[in-house]
């Protein structure tokens, strides 16, 4: 009975290895440098998610290959044209035990260190910095609230120029993505950043931290996050504002230690000028 | 006596001509306007959608200002839903349902004309809100406030839209579960009902339950908007979450609303090309049933980056993840069905395991969706219009698609042009793929959904989908062509033109008779 299969056997095999190469070689051009794939996570939370990704795409590659080898294999074999007689086989409940059980299974083994970083983000006790980010009609305004640089304000907008929307300049390379006052936070301090807004809903996104949270007008939200490496890192506006919505990115710029405090003692004095220089005016 | 006997002889009379299809309160009638408007909200839907993708095709701003793009995504969110795929499962249903119960028609006839004569109306208020001082509503199919509180007379008018849709769905909802319950042919015990029958059923019930939801939070909304009542804003004690929590109590249900009667067209049409009964008949109905339970008490999963509490969080996380089992029986036991039948791969059979191949695609995305860590990341980006298309376009629509060519040859007693139906389904499965199977990565690249430009690294991938969605929509210009043909040449088609076909529809001549089963038919 199975001689007459050996050859289709073969040609399934060499179809599977096929699928399976042609699917391993995306998930490995699919590393963390490719444009196409996750930013390279820059945070224990974006790095857990990254892999939890990475392990989900796995099994569900595994059981598609198991699930679609079954019906293709169907597909060429069991066809009329091929002569193939239709059994009458209708149910069984040994099999379909199976069936539930292992789906069951696979899913508590995803869930479990989904749990875990659940947890982890939600705790946003003892931060180093509270920053508060406050979504605005299309723009960001940043309030540093405890911690190094205390009392620094500012707003964030976009800075690319009318004319590259318009298509009447070449586009530059962070075109959409460059704002005129970056978000600085010092390397390895943790950030809790608290969100609201002041008109509509918005979210504060940046994808290599691993963090997005939606800004809600009238009430406050809290995230955390601790960059592993300085840097510049971009995101952008992630829940429908109104008509420039696509025009708020975020742009966090991660700095040592000590080129931290120079910013925030400079960014202090800037205002503070500023302050004076309105209290002679008056 | 005379008198009598005419107007007895024209008992079956009807008014022909434009009125014929005004007054009807025939069920293959009322299907046949179902179908044929859902396809004209189809093409209107997938205009926008052109629009959409013709404006995304490049970097910069194009054919659409940021306003208008953003009342195209709104607009053909909600038209699609509502307009297209929604009436077409209720027209499958008007036609479907009592032949494959042994009824001669719907329970209620009347209302049955007055739930699809609804639909126009609210089709045109949507499609007219383009036209009204401020535009159409610009706030996403999901409108949420406070940005839908801002918009002009074209979220008045989507509001108004919205009601007139849900009267419709309700109407339609308790006329099927009146229908299935009370005009089965003797002898059909609901376990020995088609499998179309039963996820109707159950889709049915799930219609009466969220569809008054949906109802509530537009008319909260629309006295928040005109008659100062604050439940969604803060300034007046309210709380825009709460928008969130009501419309995806009913959005979640909604979408398995759209999924379940695919299930059971599928159904359908695998055992009849397998030449095999289906396996698992009684799990497939139980795992139906626990998806529409389960659908109920999952809704926060699209509200996960909202900020809810962490034992909120993980609930969401688990409940969505269960559904992945009922699911999950459902495609092993369509593949059990297949092996070792003996399979033929006519028109619907095509569509039918085009949709399990992308069903399962979007079911798996879904799961990813479902871990909180991974959808924080994914939530409002491509990766998640990307989701839901392969369970929308791939799921429900192909499903559409296979049961209209599965059942054409019973409804007008005619063949379709084979070749030509065999391309509309390899070109509209190689223009979807290239059309969405991009849109995985630009979201996890970081590319956010509803916005009208983007950054230049996200270019490419853009400009590929763009060219399938071009490709995916001239395709159905031909699906039109095909049905025409049919409808007027096509060969005369048998009784019975699928050898394993054994519902009861399959009894009734082709053309399927004005009053499907005047005499119940007995089941054994």
Not at chain 1, 35 to 51: R, V
Not at chain 2, 42 to 71: C, H, K, Y
Not at chain 2, 414 to 441: C, E, G, P, T
Request: hydrophobic share 50%.
């Amino acid at each position: 009975m199975w001689g007459e299969y050996m050859s289709s056997k073969s040609v399934m095999a060499l179809l599977g290895s096929a699928t399976l190469a042609l699917y391993s070689s995306m998930a490995f051009s699919l590393d963390e440098t490719s444009k196409y794939f996750h930013p390279q996570p820059n945070s224990i939370i974006a790095q857990e998610t990254y892999d939890q990704h990475i392990f989900a795409l796995w099994i569900c590659l595994a059981i598609f290959i198991v699930v679609f080898g079954v019906m293709f294999y169907s597909i060429l074999k069991h066809r009329k044209s091929v002569g193939y007689k239709a059994a009458n086989f209708h149910h069984s409940t040994v099999v379909e035990i199976i069936w539930t059980t292992i789906p069951l299974l696979i899913l508590i083994g995803m869930a479990f260190p989904a749990t875990k970083t659940v947890v982890a983000m939600k705790d946003t006790s003892e931060p180093d910095i509270t920053i508060k980010a406050t979504g605005y009609q299309w723009m960001w305004g940043y309030d540093y609230l405890q911690g190094e640089g205390e009392g620094i304000s500012f707003f964030s907008k976009l800075s690319t120029p009318t004319a590259q929307l318009e298509g009447k300049e070449a586009k530059g390379e962070n075109y959409l993505l460059e704002v005129d006052n970056n978000l600085v936070v010092p390397v390895g301090k943790k950030i809790r950043v608290i969100t609201t807004a002041n008109d509509v809903l918005h979210a504060w996104w940046v994808p290599a931290f691993g963090v997005k949270q939606d800004a809600i007008p009238g009430f406050i939200r809290d995230v955390w996050f601790t960059a592993d490496r300085p840097g510049i890192y971009r995101g952008q506006c992630a829940e429908l504002c109104g008509k420039d919505h696509g025009y708020m990115p975020i742009v966090v710029e991660v700095l040592e230690a000590d080129k931290y405090a120079q910013w925030a003692a400079d960014k202090k004095k800037a205002s503070a000028a500023v302050v004076n220089t309105a209290a002679v005016g008056n | 006596m005379a008198v009598v006997q005419d107007v007895h002889g024209h008992h079956d009379h009807h008014p022909s001509g434009i009125m014929r299809w005004v007054m009807t309160t025939n069920h293959k009638d009322i299907g046949t306007l179902y179908l044929w408007f859902s396809f004209a909200m189809f093409l209107v839907g997938g205009f926008l959608a052109m629009g959409i993708r013709a404006e995304l095709f490049m970097p910069g701003i194009q054919i659409l200002e940021p306003e208008l793009f953003n009342s195209f995504t709104t607009l053909h969110g909600l038209i699609m839903v509502f307009g297209a795929i929604m009436p077409a499962f209720v027209g499958l249903a008007n036609w479907q349902v009592p032949m494959m119960i042994g009824a001669p028609d719907m329970a209620f006839a009347r209302m049955n004309n007055w739930s699809f004569w609804l639909l126009p109306v609210a089709g045109m208020l949507l499609i007219s809100s383009f036209f009204v001082p401020g535009g159409a509503a610009a706030g996403g199919w999901t409108f949420y406030p406070p940005l839908s509180a801002q918009g002009g007379l074209g979220v008045d008018m989507m509001i108004f839209a919205i009601h007139i849709l849900g009267a419709s769905s309700i109407m339609g909802a308790i006329n099927i579960i009146t229908t299935i319950l009370n005009m089965r042919a003797p002898g059909m015990t609901l376990m020995k009902m088609p499998m179309f029958v039963w996820t109707w059923l159950i889709t049915a019930y799930l219609l009466v339950l969220v569809m008054p939801v949906l109802a509530g939070t537009v008319t909260m909304l629309l006295t928040d908007r005109h008659f100062g009542t604050s439940f969604f804003n803060a300034a007046g004690g309210g709380d825009p979450v709460l928008f969130q929590h009501i419309f995806w109590f009913f959005g979640h249900p909604e979408v398995y609303i759209m999924i379940l009667p695919a299930f059971g067209i599928v159904s359908e049409i695998v055992p009849t090309f397998s030449r095999k009964p289906l396996f698992g008949y009684a799990s497939m109905v139980y795992a139906t049933a626990s998806i529409a339970i389960l659908s109920c008490i999952v809704w926060a999963h699209h509200m996960f980056t909202a900020g809810m509490p962490t034992v909120g969080q993980l609930f969401f996380m688990y409940a969505t993840m269960l559904i992945a089992v009922p699911t999950g029986v459902k495609v092993f036991n369509w593949t059990a069905t297949m092996w070792r039948g003996s399979l033929t791969f006519e028109t619907p059979m095509l569509f039918a395991i085009g949709f399990i191949f992308l069903f399962v695609i979007g079911g798996f995305s879904g799961v990813i969706c479902a871990i909180v860590p991974i959808d924080i990341q994914v939530q409002d980006t491509y990766y998640v219009i990307a989701h839901f298309h392969y369970v929308l376009v791939s799921g429900a629509l192909f499903a559409i698609f296979g049961g209209v060519y599965y059942w054409l040859p019973k409804w007008c007693g005619r063949m379709y042009d084979v070749k030509l139906a065999n391309m509309h389904f390899w070109l509209s499965m190689i223009f979807f793929n290239v059309a969405f199977f991009v849109q995985h990565f630009l979201g996890l690249a970081g590319m956010p959904r509803r916005i009208p430009d983007y950054s230049l690294q996200f270019a490419d991938f853009n400009m590929i989908s763009s060219i399938g969605a071009f490709g995916f929509g001239l395709s159905q210009i031909l699906f039109l062509y095909i049905v025409i043909k049919c409808i007027r040449s096509g060969e005369k088609a048998a009784d019975k033109p699928w050898e394993g076909a054994n519902t009861l529809e399959w009894t009734l001549p082709s053309p399927a008779p004005y009053h499907s089963f005047e005499t119940p038919p007995v089941i054994k």
